[in-house]
């Protein structure tokens, strides 16, 4: 699945280009080719070179960073696996603390394939150990790390059907089926019979799992003398499930939804088969119950932690220089599973992105407000990867850098990368402001009048409309300048007095005829009393004839009769004619350039226009939920006070979101050395050195990216803080 959804992508990926004038760094030739999935186990970066069938490994314990050599130090370790591998897991856990557990083994697996390869993870030790043939298709995998010294490794795949010779009463026939594989260590592998594999799940008919993962265990609770209690025994192998169900016939409706659950992993006494613990939902608009969460990638992170600052918001280390951390309240290990959505299956008004699950509540997590967390979304296109990461500061160009407890990394087929705050929940705005509006004053030329109109010449409010009172508009969100933050976008407003109606300038006239006419679309648009401005090519008439409107019998609308209204003698034979707007509603309404496709409206003054309609937020600003923001946010509506203006001034209104969001990309330029690096896919975060790097897969260019967080610019193209390997 992985593989042939980022080849599609890169089908349609587009090359972005920006400004930055940095030389790459690029770390030489590695011989990769087919850079489909990495895992980052203990500073080491295990990448897929598909086409060869293998694995390499960057070391990031050595500076400048290279890929492991091979006996012959010229060449790159080079990791024999199965055919086409395209897909990476390794073992994960936790200590009963929280924090990550580093186990013994990687794994890669192949779309569309039956086996696995089971590769030794020490750096000593850097072979494939064992190659697993599971007998039927395999669609997803994760693994547990051994829970104490000398225990196993856990094994967990996903296959589309049962396997030969399973046990018949486990599942039912023709369903697909999770099944759990013990593995001993690295030294007792190639010497011990393997157990048989277990199975511990049975899908429902026509479904498939995109996306297995281990989750923390969670020990029995004990009574006064210590012994496990009956009524609580815990939940030993815990994974999360992400299923899609194939059958989308309209004689199943509810079949196309897809689900993700929580499992227990383990096999005991009452059989083979464990019933899902929890059923994750996401609110559905207007109904109770809440939809099936439907995902195809699946993310959760060890305990955070966050560093001690003082009240100015400075890091606070402690008295030999290190920085301190206390965990954060109610961000134990496994508590939040972020998933990235599923497109193909996916119900409701946002279904690209990431959202988290709350692991406790079995629903869609709350932000840091209270409020149900909005997806986080991507600029464009679709997310490829996605992790979390304790990380240091990340540069935010400013001296107060940003030190969120848990980051998350979201590439995406547009080219871009996401970082968000994983800790909270939401975007991370790199705003200092909320909401603000600025009204300039500017001439035909766009020159500043001087004096300024008296303040405010035009107001943005939003809000409703009195039903008391029509005419006046109710504002909300008082303390963000009367605008909800996180619910506009950032826009420019122009204004123009007596404008140019859109789509009737330097309209061609008959200058034989008397009659001026317009067609039935542009005559909408034009009011009786408008000022029609005749014209040549270079020269436009002094003097402004009124339009007056009458309809014809062939379906034009005449708007000036020369033999009841004569035109200006010496304009008479000006081939060219425009209709300005005058009158009751004398300005023009532009969202962005004055140009016939931004046109909004006709407007009067000392009105309430409703000039915008968001229909949700896009992030929830601190204050939310403090009584000022309404469930979904009201509309726009402008008003201009002042009124007596210029032909032709116009007023420039500029509406500021107060959001930023961290987006970056890569400059792939043709001079940026970076050309082929269009497509990220999988990621993964490590702490170099007191560095935040970044490692993507990149199938588009055969090679993986470095990329240092604390020097990245966002909102821009980079080719600062990148290397590349290939």
Known sequence: MKRSTLAALMLGAAGLTGACSDTTTTAGIAGLSGTYDVALVDQLVFVTSQDQNELRVLDLNISPRQFIPAPNPLQP????????????????????AGFDVIGPYVYARSSGGQRISVVAADRKNLVEVQRLDVGALLTAFAARAPAAAGAPSVLYYALQTQPTGMDA????????????????????????????????????????????????????????????????PGEPEPLAVALRNVNRSAATPGASLSRTIRIRGEVTAAGPRQTPLVTYTRPEQGAGTGTAI????????????????????????????????????????????????????CTGDSCVGVIAIDSVTGTLAKDVTGADMLTLLPPAGLPTGLTLHRG????????????????????SSDGTITLFSADTRRALNLSTSVPTVNVELRDALEVARSPKPPEPAVQVIQGYRDPMD?????????????????SLPSIVWRIVANGVL?????????????????????????????????????????????????????????ILDTAVTPLPTDCATYGRFSVLADGAEKFVLYSGTETSDNYVRRLAG????????????????????????PTTPYSVFLYI????VQAGDRYVVSLSSGYRPYVFSVDNSSTSGLSAFRLPGPVVAADVNSNTEAYIAYPSADGILQVTLQLVLDNEANARAVRSFQ
């Open 294 to 345: 439907a995902a195809r990638l699946l993310a959760t992170h060890p305990v955070v932690q966050s560093a001690v600052m003082d009240a100015n918001g400075k890091v606070n280390p402690d008295a030999n220089g290190n920085i301190v951390f206390e965990p954060v309240p109610g961000m134990g290990a496994g508590r939040f599973i972020y998933a990235v959505l599923d497109e193909l299956t």
């Open 606 to 629: 000392a009105t309430y226009y409703e000039v915008l309609q968001p229909s949700s937020y896009y992030y929830h600003p601190d204050t939310f939920g403090t009584g000022d923001f």
């Open 77 to 96: 370790l080079a990791i024999p696996v199965l055919e086409r591998p395209d897909a990476l897991t390794k073992d994960t856990g936790y200590d009963d």
């Open 470 to 486: 029509p005419l006046n508009v109710k504002p909300v969100c008082k303390d963000t300048n009367s605008l909800c933050g996180g």
């Open 169 to 232: 009463t486990a599942c039912p026939a023709g369903v697909g089926v999770i099944m759990r594989q013990e593995l001993p260590g690295p030294e007792a592998l190639g010497s011990t019979s393997l157990p048989a594999p277990t199975p511990v799940f049975c899908m429902e008919p026509q479904e498939s799992a995109l996306s297995l993962l281990v989750l923390p265990e969670v020990l029995p609770k004990r009574d006064a003398s210590g012994e496990p209690k009956v009524d609580d």
């Open 502 to 558: 859109p789509g009737i300038s330097a309209v061609a006239r008959d200058v034989t005829s008397p009659l001026l006419t317009v067609d039935a679309t542009q005559a909408a648009l034009i009011q009786d009393n408008d000022l029609i401005s005749l014209q040549t090519d270079t020269v436009a008439c002094g003097t402004y004839v009124r339009v007056k409107k009458v309809a014809l019998s062939d379906g034009r609308v005449q």
């Open 392 to 411: 240091l500061n990340i540069n935010n160009r400013t001296d107060k850098p940003l030190y969120p407890p848990l980051l998350g990394i979201m590439p």
């Open 641 to 644: 006070n002042y009124t007596t």
